[in-house]
Structure formats: C-alpha cells, structure tokens
C-alpha cells in the first residue's frame, strides 16, 4: 500500500509534526493533523508552510487536513504522535477513535515513551511506566502492542502560526516497539525516506537509540532550564560539568540494567554536545515561551527505571525533584497570571 492509499494522521502539528506532515503531503498522502489554537487556525486558512534553512530559498506549503477533533476522523493505518510528553499523557484518552486493531502508532517525541517496555527490558519487560503512563490512560488509547519509535535528529521550530522553519539534520531513527511490529516500522521508515527524510532502521533496538539520545538530553536540558543557561556555560563550568557527569553515570548504569549498552564515553557525548556551541536547549525555550516542561519523559521515567531496577540514582532524582519543582512553580504563576 502507498502513501495516498493510506489514511494517515499527525497527532501534533508543531515543529516537527508539522514537517512530517508537510512533507508526507507533499509524497501524494492525504494527511491529517490533530492541532488546536492559532495552529489550527493557520494551517485551515493557509496550509502548512515550510522554511528549510540548510538550503536557502526552499520554501513550500502543503494542504492537509486539519482538526482539532479524532472522533470525526475514525481509525487510521498510521498515527504519527509528536505531542510532547506531558501533553500526551493529559490528552490520550481523545486520540482513542484513531486507533483500530490494524493501526500502527509510531511516537516520535523527547524522552522516554509510555511504550518503553513493550517486550523489552528483561524482568521489566511490559512493564507500565507510571511515570509517563499515568494511571494506563495512555496505554488504554494508544496500545503498545501497536507501536513503534522514531527518534528524531533534526532541528525545527515554530516561525509563526502555520509555519515551521526547519534547520540542520535530517535523521530519523525508526524501529518497532516489539518485534511483530517490525515490517510496519519498516513501512513507515519507506514512507519517511519517500518523504525526503534521512530514515533509518534501528540498531539493535529502537529502546537503545531513544536511550542514547536520551544521555544527554536528561542533564543539559533540566540544568539550562533551572540556570538559564546555554549549553557551552554549562560544560565550560567544572562543577556543573561533574554534575552532568554523575549522572550520565547513573544513567549508564539504569540503561546497563535494562540491557542497554552505550558504546561511547561520557566525555564523547559531551564533546558531541560542545560542538553545538551556545545553544538554548528545548527545555529552557520552554521555560523562556512560559510553557509546560518535559520533565517526566526526561527524569521522571529514568527515576522511576533506577528505582524498578535497583540502581542507585540520587543525583538524578535530586535534579528531578528540582526540575519538577520549577515546573509546578511555573504552572502556579500561569494560573496566577491567567486569573487576573
């Protein structure tokens, strides 16, 4: 089955969701994406728009089908899902009409995903992480058993309501969730190649490559958000460097534990993070934008795995007690600010 003879739907039309839907459209597909506010309302009256830096003077717009409502769409063959985690996990139970017995979700988010342990992780195996899976809701709409990974290496950010500037890289990473999903990631993976992206498979597990990325994703961007900071002051700074480091230890050792070897060195990461110079991480703009964080996708889940696996982690959870604790004095002050 191709593209248009697929009925797909982009569950989050923001920078990245939009780009995957853009560009799936763009293949021939009949696309549809799940949005809310200005962005809903942009994409109705004007499509989604597409800035590529990388090569100045690509510009395009594509024509999907946008709604904020899942019920009038029914099931899908494909669900792409690029909610952030904690928009995920307060919205599951909506995105439930998408899902049938023969649909494949594929979650392309920060973090760890509510699917996690699907067949993975030894005596974790299909395990429910509380942390990202509060209470099973996500679990209950979005099966596990039906999903697959797609780990994201590229940036993309939102210029103006409807339209998405992307900027360097191209990778996705695509990799089924259990091994009986393992011809439908590798579908998906056909389509997104088709669609003009870097699509690769998996190796050996997709869990190892959200883990990886996820090694240095966990320290910077709780760190830039509680400091404000940019990523070079934090590495160039001894002491929040050795804090980085402790707990890319732990976490080495939590992922060691589930059967994920990291085959590089603490310091590799950082010099891989180094070379991107002063950026502001996705958390801080968070913060700075005055939205919600990532906090249980990046420390929560880890916390919750050192403590199911029995690996010591104290420095982790002291930075997510911390993180968690910015996030809830944030939210106080949007609610303050809001009922004035």
């Not at 597409?50 to 904020?68: F, K, L, S, W």
């Not at 209950?140 to 950010?157: E, R």
Request: aromatic share 4%.
């Amino acid at each position: 089955m191709n593209a248009s003879q697929r009925s797909i739907t982009v569950v989050g039309a923001g920078a990245i969701g939009g780009l995957i839907a853009a560009r799936l459209a763009r293949t021939g597909a009949q696309v549809n994406v799940l949005a809310r506010g200005a962005q809903l309302d942009a994409i109705r009256r004007d499509g989604l728009t597409i800035i590529d830096d990388p090569e100045p003077g690509q510009r395009y717009t594509a024509r999907v089908n946008a709604t904020h409502d899942a019920a009038a769409l029914g099931a899908q063959d494909l669900v792409f899902v690029c909610l952030k985690g904690q928009a995920l996990a307060q919205s599951a139970s909506t995105l439930a009409p998408l899902v049938g017995p023969q649909t494949h979700i594929v979650s392309a988010m920060n973090g760890v995903p509510w699917w996690f342990l699907s067949d993975f992780g030894g005596a974790r195996a299909n395990e429910r992480l509380e942390s990202v899976d509060p209470g099973g809701a996500v679990s209950a709409a979005l099966p596990p058993a039906q999903a697959s990974g797609c780990v994201v290496h590229l940036s993309s950010s939102i210029a103006a309501p409807g339209v998405i500037r992307k900027g360097k890289g191209n990778l996705l990473i695509m990799g089924p969730a259990s091994a009986h999903m393992a011809a439908r990631a590798d579908e998906a993976r056909a389509l997104l190649a088709q669609a003009g992206f870097d699509a690769q498979a998996a190796t050996p597990s997709i869990q190892h490559e959200i883990w990886t990325k996820l090694w240095g994703n966990m320290t910077m961007n709780p760190i830039s958000a509680l400091t404000r900071s940019t990523a070079d002051v934090i590495l160039d700074d001894p002491l929040t460097t050795q804090l980085v480091a402790v707990i890319m230890a732990e976490a080495r050792a939590i992922g060691e534990a589930l059967g994920i070897g990291i085959d590089m060195t603490i310091e590799e990461r950082n010099a891989i993070t180094r070379k991107l110079g002063a950026f502001k991480t996705s958390m801080l703009q968070d913060v700075e934008a005055g939205r919600t964080l990532e906090v249980e996708a990046l420390l929560g889940a880890p916390y919750e795995l050192a403590q199911r696996t029995g690996i010591a982690a104290p420095s982790l959870g002291m930075l997510y007690g911390l993180a968690r604790q910015l996030d809830a004095n944030l939210e106080a002050a949007r609610r303050a600010t809001s009922s004035r």
